[in-house]
């Protein structure tokens, strides 16, 4: 079982909103520790979509935006785009296990 | 142009050895967090190891005292020796370079991977 619990799987039709929740405890995210998102397209390597809780790096999106509050965090997606269809993951750090930890991934199905 | 590129991966039988590369360029190795983080067939991302740029490193429970982290910085050069390998250490490796700017650290960079099969 993953530190983080993020839902398996969320759909939506294009140009819909869709948000991914990454709930965790408070020896990480609710110790303050930054929630990071990534991407995974189908047989590639994760990509970085937001840093620091809801930061972007260059070259993403405006579409994609993050949040966070207590022991969880969300990212959201504006305008679903068929090529948004991806595994996403959450990442934070855990004070307990001194190391990094992620979430088990939501896979997102564009209808 | 920042690039990661691991090598080393193959075959193995359990209680074996395998030594994995992550030759980067446009940084320095030494002056970065770097990161093996991995991927089992159809699973989810999960961190094994970190090595700080003063040279501290930290690994997952679930490799600690079988691997080990290194770099060589005249090479700039990330190692994983992985030992006494386990059929559930089956993956793709990753390697990853970590940036930060507030608590705890995030991969900004990712290798293509390189995928380790433990089977006999």
């Known amino acids: 079982q993953s530190v983080l619990t993020q839902p398996p799987s969320v759909s939506g039709a294009p140009g819909q909103r869709v948000t991914i929740s990454c709930t965790g405890s408070s020896s990480n995210i609710g110790a303050r520790y930054d929630v990071h998102w990534y991407q995974q397209l189908p047989g590639t390597a994760p990509k970085l979509l937001i840093y620091?809780?809801?930061n972007r790096p260059s070259g993403v999106p405006d579409r994609f935006s993050g949040s966070k509050s207590g022991t969880s965090a969300s990212l959201a997606i504006t305008g679903l785009q068929a090529d948004d269809e991806a595994d996403y993951y959450c990442?934070?750090?855990?004070?307990?296990?001194?190391?990094?930890?992620f979430g088990g991934g939501t896979k997102l199905t564009v209808l | 142009e920042v690039q990661l590129v691991e090598y080393g991966g193959g075959l193995v039988q359990p209680g074996g050895s395998l030594r994995l590369s992550c030759a980067t360029s446009?940084?320095?190795?030494?002056?970065?967090?770097m990161s093996w983080v991995r991927q089992a067939p159809g699973k989810g991302l999960e961190w094994v190891s970190v090595i700080y740029s003063g040279g501290m490193t930290y690994y997952a429970d679930s490799v600690k005292g079988r691997f080990t982290i290194s770099r060589d910085n005249s090479k700039n050069t990330l190692y994983l020796q992985m030992n006494s390998l386990r059929v559930d250490d089956t993956a793709v490796y990753y390697c990853a370079r970590a940036d930060y700017g507030g608590p705890g650290y995030y991969f900004d960079y990712w290798g293509q991977g390189t995928l380790v099969t433990v089977s006999s």
């Open positions: 446009g940084f320095t190795v030494s002056s970065k967090y």
């Open positions: 990442q934070s750090f855990d004070r307990s296990l001194s190391g990094v930890v």
């Open positions: 620091g809780n809801n």
